[in-house]
């Protein structure tokens, strides 16, 4: 069985101007963290938030995904808090409002200037662009193709909404085509699957799972989350279920049988199965291995 990439499920935002929530992520289980200087922090502690989040990533290295989150390119903080993240240990930053290509070429021309000065490996600190504008949605393609560093996009449901006046809602169409516009990008260019938007509302689990049930039909591998108590919900969605993995088991076992056979498709509990369901069926049971193999204990 080939390997599959293990999918990063869970991102969790946490203020670098907190340290008392910072140091609880490192026991929560999220499978990255976004350390936040934008839209969790006061404008008048993000100066000194920078190099809080730059200790976080030294200390916890290893343990998870570590990602900083600068503020968007057009403010007077950006260029300082991108030199203030490249650390050791730093998997990459997380830029918000990306609206072309543009954007990115900056963010890598000095990322790669300060790996070099720093002694990271070069091209080491992965680029994740938010798409959270009009502008950014229609220049997904570009996006999504403008440097090696972008290896997923994500997409920013609250200042989409706020940017083209619709609602946040579960069933705003808009929103739903641009989840499908940003998908689409991810999968034409090469990129792994993209990551779904935070959802806004702590107390409704209901329309969390909703989202998430969503994003992942989509062709999503994960969700932003703004508190720990939404990560069992998103871990789950995003995982195979035990349904899903003993479906592809009889899938591939019927499927070799009648490859062996002589025969490349069949008829599986009244569902027509050949070489496109079983590769399927292949990617979730490797998927449910690799998450055997990093579970805990």
Same mark, same amino acid.
């Given at each position: 069985?080939?390997?599959?990439?293990?999918?990063?499920?869970?991102?969790?935002?946490?203020?670098?101007?907190?340290?008392?929530?910072?140091?609880?992520?490192?026991?929560?289980?999220?499978?990255?963290?976004?350390?936040?200087?934008?839209?969790?922090?006061?404008?008048?502690?993000?100066?000194?938030?920078?190099? +809080?989040?730059? /200790?976080?990533?030294?200390?916890?290295?290893?343990?998870?995904?570590?990602?900083?989150?600068?503020?968007?390119?057009?403010?007077?903080?950006?260029?300082?808090?991108?030199?203030?993240?490249?650390?050791?240990?730093?998997?990459?930053?997380?830029?918000?409002?990306?609206?072309?290509?543009?954007?990115?070429?900056?963010?890598?021309?000095?990322?790669?200037?300060?790996?070099?000065?720093?002694?990271?490996?070069?091209?080491?600190?992965?680029?994740?662009?938010?798409?959270?504008?009009?502008?950014? /949605?229609?220049?997904?393609?570009?996006?999504?193709?403008?440097?090696?560093?972008?290896?997923?996009? /994500?997409?920013?449901?609250?200042?989409?909404?706020?940017?083209?006046?619709?609602?946040?809602?579960?069933?705003?169409?808009?929103?739903?085509?641009?989840?499908?516009?940003?998908?689409?990008?991810?999968? +034409?260019?090469?990129?792994?699957?993209?990551?779904?938007?935070?959802?806004?509302?702590?107390?409704?689990?209901?329309?969390?799972?909703?989202?998430?049930?969503?994003?992942?039909?989509?062709?999503?591998?994960?969700?932003?989350?703004?508190?720990?108590?939404?990560?069992?919900?998103?871990?789950?969605?995003?995982?195979?279920?035990?349904?899903?993995?003993?479906?592809?088991?009889?899938?591939? +076992?019927?499927?070799?049988?009648?490859?062996? /056979?002589?025969?490349?498709?069949?008829?599986?509990?009244?569902?027509?199965?050949?070489?496109?369901?079983?590769?399927?069926?292949?990617?979730?049971?490797?998927?449910?291995?690799?998450?055997?193999?990093?579970?805990?204990?």
């Amino acid at each position: 069985m080939n390997a599959v990439p293990l999918s990063v499920r869970s991102w969790l935002f946490s203020p670098a101007s907190h340290a008392r929530r910072l140091e609880k992520t490192r026991a929560v289980s999220t499978d990255a963290v976004i350390v936040d200087l934008e839209d969790a922090v006061a404008a008048s502690e993000k100066i000194g938030a920078r190099s +809080a989040a730059a /200790a976080y990533v030294r200390e916890a290295r290893g343990e998870r995904k570590a990602y900083i989150r600068i503020n968007d390119l057009s403010t007077i903080w950006a260029f300082g808090d991108l030199e203030s993240a490249c650390v050791a240990g730093l998997d990459g930053i997380v830029i918000p409002k990306v609206e072309s290509a543009r954007d990115l070429f900056i963010a890598d021309y000095l990322i790669a200037n300060y790996e070099r000065e720093r002694g990271l490996a070069p091209g080491s600190i992965d680029l994740m662009p938010i798409l959270e504008t009009a502008a950014g /949605a229609e220049n997904a393609s570009e996006i999504a193709r403008a440097v090696p560093r972008v290896r997923r996009l /994500a997409f920013g449901g609250g200042d989409f909404t706020n940017d083209t006046g619709t609602a946040w809602t579960l069933d705003n169409p808009l929103t739903a085509h641009v989840r499908a516009q940003i998908a689409i990008a991810s999968r +034409a260019a090469g990129l792994d699957p993209p990551i779904d938007t935070v959802w806004p509302a702590l107390d409704d689990e209901g329309g969390l799972q909703a989202e998430c049930t969503t994003a992942r039909a989509m062709g999503y591998q994960g969700k932003m989350a703004i508190h720990p108590n939404q990560l069992t919900a998103i871990n789950a969605a995003f995982s195979p279920s035990a349904t899903e993995v003993a479906s592809a088991e009889r899938i591939v +076992a019927a499927f070799d049988a009648a490859e062996r /056979a002589g025969s490349s498709a069949l008829v599986l509990e009244g569902r027509f199965i050949d070489y496109p369901v079983v590769h399927r069926a292949r990617s979730v049971l490797a998927s449910a291995a690799r998450r055997r193999e990093i579970a805990p204990g």
